[in-house]
T-cell receptor, first 116, second 117 residues
Framework: AQSVAQPEDQVNVAEGNPLTVKCTYSVSGNPYLFWYVQYPNRGLQFLLKYITGDNLVKGSYGFEAEFNKSQTSFHLKKPSALVSDSALYFCAVRDDRGSTLGRLYFGRGTQLTVWP | GAVVSQHPSRVICKSGTSVKIECRSLDFQATTMFWYRQFPKQSLMLMATSNEGSKATYEQGVEKDKFLINHASLTLSTLTVTSAHPEDSSFYIC?????????????FGPGTRLLVL
């Protein structure tokens, strides 16, 4: 079965500092991994994905994520946080087989707060 | 980027009435769409998977007669909450898959806030 874990409910960081939002995964097939961001009362916005290839994936708004197979992790990072990055971040893994092909399994979300 | 719209963004209705929510992929065709429900400060709960031209697949515990899903075209799926009750009040979000093979990505609508009085 596929699953992701986001061990931190909340991450606080000062503007200008680097940020990391953690995600670990468990899959029975290929790890197709995603990061989404959700602003209040809005749907999810796609940030980036790892399918294959380079372990460092670059995405929208200056975010990047590093796929680490040995640690089964896919942490989201940004070198310099902005106050406008404050939002709820979801890591997800996509099922790549069987009757649940295409389904996304979400972590519980991490609330990122960037203070001025 | 791929855009998914949802309408209405917000709806208030009386108990016992039905509410229809539309989900459209605006600039791509989506053979598969998904409907989620989100409770405050929680993750998304998948309700059903909708494939164009076929019956939706509902998750365990989701009443298919209460949450009717129709995926009439490659760009439109609708969710109808029938005989809505206050406990159906929630944030409903749809997504559309771009069918990109291994790299397939789900793009999400902005959500619909349903309040049943």
């Amino acid at each position: 079965a596929q699953s992701v874990a986001q061990p931190e409910d909340q991450v606080n960081v000062a503007e200008g500092n680097p940020l990391t939002v953690k995600c670990t995964y468990s899959v029975s097939g290929n790890p197709y991994l995603f990061w989404y961001v959700q602003y209040p009362n809005r749907g999810l916005q796609f940030l980036l994905k790892y399918i294959t290839g380079d372990n460092l994936v670059k995405g929208s708004y200056g975010f990047e994520a590093e796929f680490n197979k040995s640690q089964t992790s896919f942490h989201l990072k940004k070198p310099s946080a902005l106050v406008s990055d404050s939002a709820l971040y979801f890591c997800a893994v996509r099922d790549d087989r069987g009757s649940t092909l295409g389904r996304l399994y979400f972590g519980r979300g991490t609330q990122l707060t960037v203070w001025p | 980027g791929a855009v998914v719209s949802q309408h209405p963004s917000r709806v208030i209705c009386k108990s016992g009435t039905s509410v229809k929510i539309e989900c459209r992929s605006l600039d791509f065709q989506a053979t598969t769409m998904f409907w989620y429900r989100q409770f405050p400060k929680q993750s998304l709960m998948l309700m059903a998977t909708s494939n164009e031209g076929s019956k939706a697949t509902y998750e365990q515990g989701v009443e298919k007669d209460k949450f009717l899903i129709n995926h009439a075209s490659l760009t439109l799926s609708t969710l109808t909450v029938t005989s809505a009750h206050p406990e159906d009040s929630s944030f409903y979000i749809c997504s559309a898959a771009d069918g990109g093979g291994a790299g397939e990505t789900q793009y999400f609508g902005p959500g619909t806030r349903l309040l049943v009085l």
